[in-house]
């Protein structure tokens, strides 16, 4: 097993740094020892198992992305309710900002597949001595920052929009948070089920920018003839 692993690592190495070192990777045990020790292996040894450290690592990088995704959430929604009182035409602000969205992610798709090269190069022009994981996370960081605040203005923007006065927020808001799970439920299976496999995840990502956009199209034509 140790073989195999130390074979794949090799591996990996050879596609990243296009040569096989041992010393690249030394700025990376101490994200290991988080992703083991999450995964239920006990920091003084003698208990753990391969699936759970399967199952840690996982979650420490699916962590990272998702408190990325919520920090970018987070600012846009702090950002609007600051400002929304002084926006006088809120449905084109939200039809802009679904237009922004499909910009931004464009470009962030496109950055994101340079930033592994970027962090390696940073890293190589330091000498070593920077956590190649931390300046992935920095740059992975600055290019989802853009598109996830747009999003997260989007949501309570909507909610603003919908409900006309302060009794019909507590309702709006539940049925908005209702479709919004079970969309995000329905999209994730679609997309992780069925579109990436038989197209692609490139290909994926382009088809629902596409379907945003025509949907954004059609709701500024709706609006600008009522």
Known sequence: LSSVCASFVGMSQAILFQSVQATPQLTLIFNTI?????????????????????FGTNIYGLGLILSLFLLGIAIGSLTLSTLIDRVKDKPL????????????????????????????????????????????????????????????ALFPLAINILSNSAQRAPAVTGLAYSVNTVGSILGSYVTGIILIPWIGSSNTLRLILCTVAVLTTGLAWSGLRT
């Open 93 to 152: 602000l939200f039809v802009r900002l679904l237009l922004l969205s499909i910009f931004f992610t464009f470009v962030a798709s496109a950055l994101l597949n340079l930033a592994p090269l970027a962090a390696n190069i940073i890293s190589y022009y330091a000498g070593g001595s920077i956590d190649l994981l931390l300046v992935k996370s920095i740059l992975t960081a600055l290019i989802l920052l853009l598109p996830t605040s747009v999003f997260g």
């Open 34 to 54: 988080i992703a083991v020790v999450v995964g239920g292996v006990l920091l003084t040894g003698g208990f753990g198992s391969v699936i759970g450290i399967f």
